[in-house]
């Protein structure tokens, strides 16, 4: 958020009127009547009794004839929420208090008037949602009236809001949303993969009728019932919102997209607007796409959904980049719909549906566990996966294998395809531990008195002829990055490739701001396995997609002077690393069967074997696994 009084000449009338609203005035009531001290509860709000008593003094309205919580009474949270945010509250824990400098009411004279604005526009960003990550359509409709000649009624800002929010775009062209061409290309729409409609026009009219009278409330608009024009308080605020929006003149285009990518785009031009006139529309174009060419696709898309709005002056940089397969897709879109005539990619459908199902499948990581977001696939598209599947394979995008593996569930048909025509990777077969940098007297961890032992039995899914899975011992508060060690020298992985966890519901594993997995160092198991019969899944080598079954069989006491982690029981070796999955190993398999097989003795070479009979899939030693286990005291 900028500071207002860099923008804005900050006088004591206008002082006095932030802190003569209606918002600021009951949020410095609240303050006074918090007083010297107040206990909350654990959520940092009043207790229920209390917050009877200050919506009783503040003139609330309290739902029902108990109080549950605080939180359940929207206008003492606004309240709240003001007089934290404007520094009317000090909260340090569980208590809160009255700041000691707390203006008084009437004429703005002390602390000061620049003071005072500060604090009315940090509370009104904070209760209005125009401040850490605004709502979009409030941003619409601040920059709407900011923008505006003359006053607004709410359907002249429903309208102008739906009109960027949810565009009419003719199918084939690009939204101007995000600049993306829905239609037959799209396998998939978020709004019915979450069950949940747009917004109907009703629905955003009441929001918007809420956005207005939030900012009557601050005295940011005049009225809320007949068309509403901004007070010099709600220009100062516009300014201050989008000031503090705005990258520098001298950023690059990736800070640019990071601060105006997710915007909606009148708002992300009025933000941008110091970036642009620092330089020619043909230079930001060609800085833009320079970028989208090594961003990820969600950032791609938004760079160039931006580019595209920054008007004709740089058709020749389109041009140029229209040359060029892939990316270029992009530019021979917008050149058509600039009404010019362009030769036609053949993949250039099918690379922009993977860009866009990427970024989709990004964004999505957070809210759709996997499992479910491939049983909706199923369920809408039914045979036509694998034909949509062959059809993203062909059009050489980067990412094109793993949007298909995320949708399908399984490694792509190019990843096998890759594997079968002769495995390539790092020598070694199954047995090699993979243990480096331990020494074999180091002995697992002994239990303290009272711990509980999980009983996890871990299965190599879609492996045969023989099954491989391991019977294992292991406390049960250590951690999902513990666990992965363990399954690690368990199975005689060599733990050099990505992991990760999944419950259906959320991922762990090394945390990244791309895969958006949860860190798996702060996830016990006993909070993920609650009880026997739970599950998990473990996948290792992201690409080959080594997928282990993990089902808590069994909860006991540990025994009085047992080590663990330890392995009970077991069947089948561990495939090779870099085999190509489960169907690249079943493929190995079939191979070194049959000495006439073409791959034979390439695969032989592989393996770093001198005869066939040398490689046995039934090999176990479980006194080899125990050996390995015992080396991993250090780690936890």
Partial sequence: ????????????ELASAALSCAALARARTLAEWVGPGRTLTASGVLRPAEAVRACQDLGIEVPGPRLRSA????????????????????????????APDLPAAGPATHPGPKVIVSAWVQAAAAVLDLDEEPCAACLMVLHELHAADGPLTVDQLAGAVRGVLEPEVPEGAPCPGCGQVHGPGDLLDPGELLGDDDEDEEDLTGHLEGAVDGLLAFGAVDTADAPARLTPLGSLLAAAVFDGLAPSPEADAETLVSAVGELPPPVARAVARPWLDARSTADAVRELLAFAESADSSERIAALAFAAQLGTEATDVWRQWAKRHGIGAYARQWLRSQ?????????DEAWLAVDSLSAMLDGLTDIVPPLLLQAVLAEQAGEEVASAAEWMLGSGHPRATDVVARLTGRPSLAVARGRASG????????????????SSGERARRPEPGALVYQLKITLRDVSKPPVWRRVLVRAGITLRDLHEIIQQAMGWENCHMHVFSTGWQEYGSPDPELRHASDKKARLSEVLAGPGDRL????DIGDDWEHDIVLEEIRPAEPGEAYPVCVAGRGACPPEDCGGAWGYANLKEILASSSHEEHEEMLDWLGLDTAAEFDPRGLSIDEVNDRLGRLAKTW
């Fill in 537 to 540: 899944c473990y996948t290792y």
């Fill in 71 to 98: 939180l359940d009474v929207d206008e003492l949270m606004r309240a709240w929420l003001a007089a934290a945010a404007a520094g009317f509250l000090q909260i340090d824990g569980r208590r809160a208090r009255a």
């Fill in 339 to 347: 009404g010019e005539v362009v030769a036609e990619d053949p993949a």
């Fill in 1 to 12: 958020m900028a500071d207002p009084s860099s923008t804005a000449m900050i006088t004591p």
């Fill in 423 to 438: 495995v390539r990777g790092r020598p070694g077969g199954p047995g090699r531990s993979g243990v480096t940098g331990r």
